[in-house]
């Protein structure tokens, strides 16, 4: 068995590399549903982006690309913006669907999720590879020798403070953005003239409508803001967590972050907590046999769905979301 100290670290690091693309996902559904409109095509939204930035990195890497192109900064951030853009443009196909042509608007999202699937699943080409994913953006700045060795029992020894850097350092920026986008929009959807009119329509489109607010402009912005959000969770998940692109590689982490966003109430900082506790719980698959736990490992797999049928069962009905979602505004 490994040793305590560094099965707590493994797997405190493991939730939180689960729980990113979760709490990218929770806020694309809360950006949409916040506005009054229900997207359950995350998941479809992550894959497709996933795949663009993939491929995006994998054309920069090959050998006849110029080297300023296939080097890290430049050949990543084309990758990274090609996501977003996929991402954001999925949004705006679910809102030209559920708002121009007034589709409804879980059959828009399920196109989207299956749309995503066939077309990701037809282009892409196995083996390819790609010159490296994005690094680390913060070392550790303390070493295991220079710590101070904690010994709390017989195999449970803690280094501080360089365990303590292994959690809080060695992530990539987009972990560190997932956090900071948290607190920024749950400030931005108190504070801002944005969040203010988001909320109103997502509540009371007729009433915001009267008050000048222009509804379906709003709802716009929203689903391609939502749709950029589902482009970060995908391209964490191909450019940065990793580095590959496997054929359904979201495996439902879209309908999770619906989960999550629900057990949050609709709130940022409640997602952030969601996403934490499906992080572990998706985490427990690889580190339950690194504290001495021999598990079926197909049940603890199991874990984050069962859980998410929990929170749903659970939890819709008793936490209130935004009044007006789902519903079709028409303007007169």
Do not use: C
């Not at 984050?304 to 007169?332: C, D, H, K, M, N």
């Amino acid at each position: 068995m490994v040793e305590l100290g560094v099965a707590i670290v493994a797997t405190i690091n493991a939730m939180i590399r689960f729980s990113v693309p979760i709490t990218f996902g929770a806020l694309s559904g809360i950006f949409s549903e916040r506005s009054g409109v229900v997207n359950i095509g995350i998941d479809g939204m992550m894959l497709m982006s996933a795949f663009t930035g993939y491929m995006t990195n994998v054309i920069l890497s090959q050998p006849g690309v110029s080297a300023s192109l296939q080097e890290d900064p430049t050949r990543l951030g084309i990758s990274l913006a090609v996501a977003l853009l996929t991402g954001g443009a999925m949004g705006l196909l679910h809102a030209l669907l559920s708002i121009r042509y007034k589709v409804d608007q879980i059959i828009s999202g399920t196109v989207i999720n299956i749309l995503a699937l066939g077309l990701t699943g037809y282009f892409y080409q196995e083996e390819t590879r790609t010159l490296g994913k994005l690094s680390n953006l913060i070392g550790n700045p303390w070493n295991q020798s220079g710590s101070v060795e904690l010994k709390l029992a017989d195999n449970f020894k803690f280094y501080f403070p360089y365990d303590i850097g292994r959690i809080l350092f060695d992530k990539d920026l987009l972990t560190y953005l997932s956090i900071i986008m948290v607190f920024v929009v749950g400030w931005a959807l108190v504070h801002t003239t944005w969040g203010l009119r988001t909320r109103a329509v997502g509540e009371n489109p007729r009433a915001a409508d009267t008050l000048g607010i222009n509804v379906h402009r709003t709802q716009y912005m929203n689903l391609f803001i939502s749709g950029v959000m589902a482009g970060l969770a995908g391209a964490f998940l191909t450019l940065a967590a990793v580095g590959s692109f496997e054929r359904g590689m979201t495996t439902g982490r879209g309908f999770i972050a619906l989960a999550v966003m629900i057990f949050g109430n609709w709130k940022p900082s409640g997602a952030l907590k969601g996403a934490l506790l499906f992080g572990f719980a998706m985490a427990l698959q690889n580190q339950l046999q690194l504290f001495g736990i021999n598990f079926p490992h197909q049940l603890v797999a199991m874990l984050p769905y069962i859980l998410t049928i929990v929170v749903l069962a659970g939890f819709v009905g008793r936490v209130q979301g935004p009044a007006a979602s789902g519903q079709v505004y028409e303007q007169e």
